[in-house]
């Protein structure tokens, strides 16, 4: 199994970036799949989901409102838009991948490499 996360970059605080993760060596359509961040010298935190059967997303209250998740299961791939980003938004980007409905953050089955997100004040 592979999560190739990309889209990562440089941006302003209030701009956008949409970041991408194809997942091959799975039943895509079967999986949540899930984002995840980590700022330097902090832990590993929960940013959105979204779940094989409807749809169904969601947020932590940091970012809701601003990112929106979605998938393409015909193209094995989860979308994260990310608008009016924030300098505190600022972190390594992680997809991951779960079989359960609505995971929790250590139940996640794989993850994905990383794509760096900095956000310029």
């Known amino acids: 199994v592979q999560l190739q996360a990309s889209g990562g970059g440089l941006v302003q605080a209030g701009g956008s970036l949409r970041l991408s993760c194809a997942a091959s060596g799975l039943t895509f359509m079967t999986y949540t799949l899930g984002w995840f961040r980590q700022a330097p010298g902090k832990e590993r935190e929960f940013v959105a989901a979204?779940?094989?059967?409807?749809?169904?997303?969601g947020y932590d209250d940091s970012v809701k409102g601003r990112f929106t998740i979605s998938r393409d299961n015909l193209k094995n791939t989860v979308y994260l838009q990310m608008n009016s980003l924030k300098p505190e938004d600022t972190a390594v980007y992680f997809c991951a991948a779960s079989r359960k409905l609505r995971p929790g953050a250590a139940q996640y089955d794989y993850w994905g490499q990383g794509t760096q997100v900095t956000v310029s004040s």
């Open positions: 979204i779940s094989f059967v409807g749809g169904s997303a």
